[in-house]
């Protein structure tokens, strides 16, 4: 499967922005699909993730209620909202895939297919 973010930029703390992730050459609605993201001189961390069938999500305890995940199978796109946003969370945002049918991903190793990435900037 391809994925490519989008939505990415320069937010000031406490603002808002939605990342998408189009996903093509796979069965999209069959794939549980999630964020994670890099800062600069840290490892990748696990942002969130969701089910392929029920929408069930799991969000890293650092995010939580701050920022939802979500789907759309009809368009084959994924979502992340994120708002108040903390400089803490800048850093490069990857949409990631787990294998078709496989269980809700809940860490980076969990998942197989990874995008581009996409910059998220929050100045402290």
């Known amino acids: 499967v391809q994925l490519v973010e989008s939505g990415g930029g320069l937010v000031q703390p406490g603002g808002s922005l939605r990342l998408s992730c189009a996903a093509s050459?796979?069965?999209?609605?069959?794939?549980?699909m999630g964020w994670i993201r890099q800062a600069p001189g840290k490892e990748r961390e696990f942002v969130a993730s969701?089910?392929?069938?029920?929408?069930?999500?799991y969000y890293a305890d650092s995010v939580k209620g701050r920022f939802t995940i979500s789907r759309d199978n009809t368009r084959n796109t994924m979502y992340l909202q994120m708002n108040s946003l903390k400089p803490e969370d800048m850093a490069v945002y990857y949409c990631a895939a787990g294998a078709p049918y496989s269980r809700l991903p809940r860490g980076v190793g969990d998942f197989g297919s990874w995008g581009q990435g996409i910059q998220v900037t929050v100045p402290s």
């Open positions: 969701i089910s392929w069938s029920s929408g069930i999500t």
């Open positions: 050459g796979g069965t999209f609605s069959r794939i549980p």
